[in-house]
């Protein structure tokens, strides 16, 4: 068990709607990152928080937005779903912004169908 | 903009010992790690490596050249256990964001 919570662990849904995926950190972690990961595709990095502020932008679609609160957790909304974005998503979060291990989150589950 | 290349899938047996390369092209460099994920699990951190050479942990160990952009994770005493993925991760800005490989799927056999 990383610390790292994600919820939900799984989500269908029809395309054109919309989800939100929610993170907790681990205790005391300032940074969080969101990652996709479809089948026979490698992790991609899609954005990263730290202490409340977008730190890094990866490969996020202008469908997809996050945000990172006060407490720290974190959410990704997807929007205007289509079949492609069906994906294990992973959230990680690290106790600072530099170089340092990302813990992973158990991941969500997301079927569009 | 970042490309990392890894074999797709390899085979070793029991109690031997496999090593797993990896190159990368990255227009910055701040590090590189080494992830371990088992299907449908989520990715467990096993080393990074910054400055050339090589870093041991137990039955595993990472090498690292910056200048050639390679590195290799090394498995010692294969267990059957150790069937899985392996995602090798360049972080390209201070940001620690990383950028992974399509990962080395393993396979022990006995």
């Known amino acids: 068990d990383s610390g790292v919570t994600q919820t939900p662990k799984h989500l269908i849904t029809a395309t054109g709607q919309r989800v939100t995926l929610r993170c907790s950190p681990r205790s005391g972690d300032l940074s969080v990152y969101w990652y996709q990961q479809s089948l026979d595709q490698g992790l991609q990095f899609l954005i990263q928080?730290?202490?409340?502020?977008?730190?890094a932008k990866g490969n996020i679609l202008e469908r997809f937005s996050a945000q990172q609160f006060p407490d720290l957790h974190s959410e990704l909304n997807l929007s205007s779903l289509e079949l492609g974005d069906s994906a294990l998503y992973f959230c990680a979060s690290s106790v600072q912004g530099g170089l340092n291990e990302q813990f992973f989150g158990p991941g969500t589950r997301l079927t569009v169908l | 903009g970042q490309n990392i290349d890894q074999p797709t899938e390899m085979t070793a047996t029991e109690g031997a010992i496999v090593q797993i390369n990896c190159t990368y092209q990255t227009s910055g460099f701040n590090g590189l790690f080494w992830y371990q994920q088992h299907a449908g699990e989520a990715p467990t951190f096993l080393s990074y490596?910054?400055?050339?050479g090589l870093e041991e942990k137990g039955r595993f160990s990472s090498f690292l050249s910056r200048s050639k952009g390679y590195s290799y994770l090394l498995l010692k005493e294969l267990q059957m256990k150790d069937s899985a993925s392996y995602l090798c991760?360049?972080?390209?800005?201070?940001?620690?964001?990383?950028?992974f490989g399509t990962g080395t799927r393993l396979t022990v056999i006995p």
């Open positions: 991760a360049v972080s390209p800005t201070g940001a620690n964001n990383l950028f």
């Open positions: 490596n910054v400055l050339d």
């Open positions: 928080y730290y202490n409340g502020e977008e730190r």
